[in-house]
T-cell receptor, first 115, second 112 residues
Framework: ETGVTQSPTHLIKTRGQQVTLRCSSQSGHNTVSWYQQALGQGPQFIFQYYREEENGRGNFPPRFSGLQFPNYSSELNVNALELDDSALYLC???WGEGSVGDTQYFGPGTRLTVL | GNSVTQMEGPVTLSEEAFLTINCTYTATGYPSLFWYVQYPGEGLQLLLKATKADDKGSNKGFEATYRKETTSFHLEKGSVQVSDSAVYFCALLKAAGNKLTFGGGTRVLVKP
């Protein structure tokens, strides 16, 4: 059974650019969530996808968007990058019915630096 | 809204010492509770969980009991090792939206 994988590992962008981060869910999982972890803080929920539909969103602006594909892999897109977007972005997958909580398994993260 | 409060670190211990990390939460209803661990340069690993009151989660010598009366989920380990040095996060999950709410994390450093 493969775990959650993310790419790239590290990324450097400049303010105003756009970025796409990718995640492959653990085999058999049908939900994927994205979290932002600023340095020295706990992760903050960005959004979750279940069966290719957004299933919940945290307090992040619309320039944070996502996709989930039929094979349950996922993308996080961030437009108009700001310096404060510098963080570790974590993807987590799980098995749920969209309304019932369950264990989420995290990938290693993508470290984004915005200059 | 939901929130999780953890004791601030860093917590510095000697090997074989007893570790306690306090965690309290605020939430309506009956959330599931989790402890995740983050080793340097890595993502989060699930350490243990409890899904209802009085449940005890345990793994790798760590334990935590879901106490609804005190809204707490304190993490304990009887004898720590240097390899337990990491940041520990307490988190809760409410069913609607499947959103994990994390505490700020507690850094633990175990010295030989």
């Amino acid at each position: 059974e493969t775990g959650v994988t993310q790419s790239p590992t590290h990324l450097i962008k400049t303010r105003g650019q756009q970025v796409t981060l990718r995640c492959s869910s653990q085999s058999g999982h049908n939900t994927v969530s994205w979290y932002q972890q600023a340095l020295g803080q706990g992760p903050q929920f960005i959004f979750q996808y279940y069966r290719e539909e957004e299933n919940g969103r945290g307090n992040f602006p619309p320039r944070f968007s996502g996709l989930q594909f039929p094979n349950y892999s996922s993308e996080l897109n961030v437009n108009a990058l700001e310096l404060d977007d510098s963080a570790l972005y974590l993807c987590a997958s799980g098995w749920g019915e969209g309304s019932v909580g369950d264990t989420q398994y995290f990938g290693p993260g993508t470290r984004l630096t915005v200059l | 809204g939901n929130s999780v409060t953890q004791m601030e670190g860093p917590v510095t211990l000697s090997e074989e010492a007893f570790l306690t990390i306090n965690c309290t939460y605020t939430a309506t209803g009956y959330p599931s509770l989790f402890w995740y661990v983050q080793y340097p340069g890595e993502g989060l690993q699930l350490l243990l969980k409890a899904t209802k009151a009085d449940d005890k989660g345990s793994n790798k010598g760590f334990e935590a009991t879901y106490r609804k009366e005190t809204t707490s989920f304190h993490l304990e380990k009887g004898s720590v090792q240097v390899s337990d040095s990491a940041v520990y996060f307490c988190a809760l999950l409410k069913a609607a939206g499947n959103k994990l709410t994390f505490g700020g994390g507690t850094r633990v450093l175990v010295k030989p």
